[in-house]
């Protein structure tokens, strides 16, 4: 099996219309199947991650799983379950980027002036100096309509009868 799937990473390498690339500790998805790259070194044990893959539509899909925190936080993952989450999203390949303390999502909200660091980083909620970053831009001028309310990634929510927890909503 690490024939073929050294194969499927080098098929990546052959591809001549390929306008950027982007690398990190290796590939951790090819065709939706989870992917052990035998060139590249992961990280082992649990840590915060950054992912990105293409979904089956053909959609950039970007990814950070928080870590090094408490059991009510966040623990972190292993780069077989950020493999396992994005493939559930339809995600068919994907690498990991620099994970760890580098791992910061920074957003702005509709309608806020400024942006704000909207996961808990490792490194106590502070952004770490990094040399570069994955940065997305709209030039629209205010919020469309919805199309979709997701609520709690759409998974069940459990809490004690009378206890408040905070659940993530985007439409």
Do not use: C, W
């Not at 990991?96 to 920074?106: A, F, N, Q």
């Amino acid at each position: 099996s690490t024939r073929k799937e050294s194969s499927a990473a080098s098929d990546v390498y052959k591809r001549q219309d390929i306008a950027q690339m982007v690398q990190g500790p290796g590939r951790i998805l090819a065709g939706g199947k989870p992917f052990k790259d035998p060139n590249h070194q992961m990280p082992k044990g649990l840590n915060p991650e950054t992912a990105v893959g293409i979904n089956d539509k053909g959609e950039l899909v970007l990814a950070t799983l928080d870590g090094r925190g408490t059991a009510d936080k966040a623990l972190g993952v292993t780069r077989d379950q950020t493999a396992t989450y994005l493939a559930s999203l339809g995600v068919q390949d994907a690498v990991l980027l620099d994970g760890g303390g580098s791992t910061t999502m920074v957003a702005r909200a509709p309608g806020d002036k400024e942006v704000s660091v909207v996961n808990s980083p490792a490194d106590g909620g502070a952004e770490r100096p990094v040399g570069n970053g994955i940065f997305l831009y709209s030039t629209a001028t205010k919020a469309g309509p919805a199309t979709k309310v997701l609520m709690n990634n759409e998974q069940p929510l459990k809490v004690a009868t009378g206890a408040a927890v905070k659940a993530p909503a985007f439409a």
